[in-house]
């Protein structure tokens, strides 16, 4: 016996957790604001409702997957939401999160909100986590349903973490993006492709370098940032030969430069030239302590 589902917002995504629902055995009721995007998973064998608050009206649970905050409150604004768990997988920040999770509470209804850690073609597969917080007994109510998704992973009560949580991990992401986009650049204007050297020496480089990460969060987490073999003045003194190079191949250095401004101003703050990268975290509290 499979839990009834809505899914609210067939875009790319919406459309893929549906499709694994629907995979799952759950009778799926689907809605998107252009009907036709629910063909195919009519076709699939979900329900059209024919509208969102049709939707909602046809499931106790609610799976919202729209553009942004404001496709949300457009999407839900005429539904009835009392009685429902409404799961919001719909990207945000934590302060949408939780007025999001008030205006449930208004209606009556339970909220949890998600953080998608996957693409579309990876729903429903092995590498899929989405990350949920809210109630934990919400969570525990509907994570075997939720679990068609993917590996559903709990942050917390405060509505707000799944959405911090998701926006740390696509910080980490991009600076990882920003990296490949500059090193790409760099061997390309020596008229190399970027293909190989992307393969043979990017990859294995920076997939070794993941490995320090657990080290340097113990130095932030314990507060001791003493290295344990490549000190702060020596980094900031080879980071302004990436600067220099970019700038000498004709390169903008506006990805690079802002990591080597926070370790000059840590510097110059005095800060201890011993310490490790980890010290720098300090650096990126612009209010309180
Ligand atoms: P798409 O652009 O494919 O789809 C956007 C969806 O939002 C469509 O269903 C669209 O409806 C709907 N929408 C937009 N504005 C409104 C509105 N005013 N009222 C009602 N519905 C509206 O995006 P995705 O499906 O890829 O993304 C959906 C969410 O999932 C986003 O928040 C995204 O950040 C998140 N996400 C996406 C990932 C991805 O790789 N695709 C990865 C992780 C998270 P219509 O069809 O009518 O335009």
């Not at 949890?112 to 919400?138: E, N, T």
């Not at 101003?265 to 720098?280: F, I, K, Q, V």
Request: with cysteine.
């Amino acid at each position: 016996e499979t839990a009834p589902v809505a899914v609210i917002g067939l875009g790319d995504m919406g459309a893929a957790l549906a499709g694994a629902l629907l995979k799952a055995g759950h009778p799926t009721t689907v809605w998107n604001r252009t009907p036709h995007k629910a063909d195919p998973l009519v076709e699939q064998g979900a329900t059209r409702a024919a509208s969102a608050a049709a939707a909602v009206a046809a499931a106790p649970l609610v799976v919202a997957c729209v553009l942004d905050d404001a496709a949300l409150r457009q999407a839900l604004g005429g539904a009835d939401l009392d009685g429902r768990t409404l799961v919001n997988l719909t990207n945000g920040t934590p302060a949408h999160a939780r007025v999001a999770a008030a205006w449930a509470a208004e209606q009556g209804a339970d909220y949890l909100d998600g953080g998608i850690m996957a693409v579309p073609a990876m729903i429903g597969g092995a590498d899929c986590r989405v990350i949920y917080s809210g109630p934990r007994a919400v969570f525990d109510e509907h994570a075997p349903t939720l679990g068609a998704f993917g590996e559903a992973r709990y942050a917390g009560a405060d509505p707000g973490l799944a959405a911090l949580h998701d926006l740390a991990l696509l910080s980490g992401m991009y600076g990882l993006i920003s990296g490949f986009l500059h090193a790409v650049a760099m061997v390309r204007s020596a008229g190399e492709k970027s293909g190989e050297f992307t393969t043979a020496e990017l990859v294995p480089w920076v997939s070794g370098m993941t490995a320090i990460l657990p080290t340097l969060a113990e130095q932030v987490d314990s507060g001791d940032f003493a290295t344990e073999g490549s000190n702060l003045g020596m980094q900031a003194a080879g980071y302004a030969n990436i600067l220099d190079a970019a700038r000498d191949a004709g390169l903008s250095t506006e990805l690079m430069a802002p990591l080597g401004t926070l370790m000059n101003r840590y510097l110059e703050a005095g800060g201890a030239p011993g310490n490790d990268l980890s010290a720098l975290v300090g650096m990126l509290h612009t209010t309180g302590a």
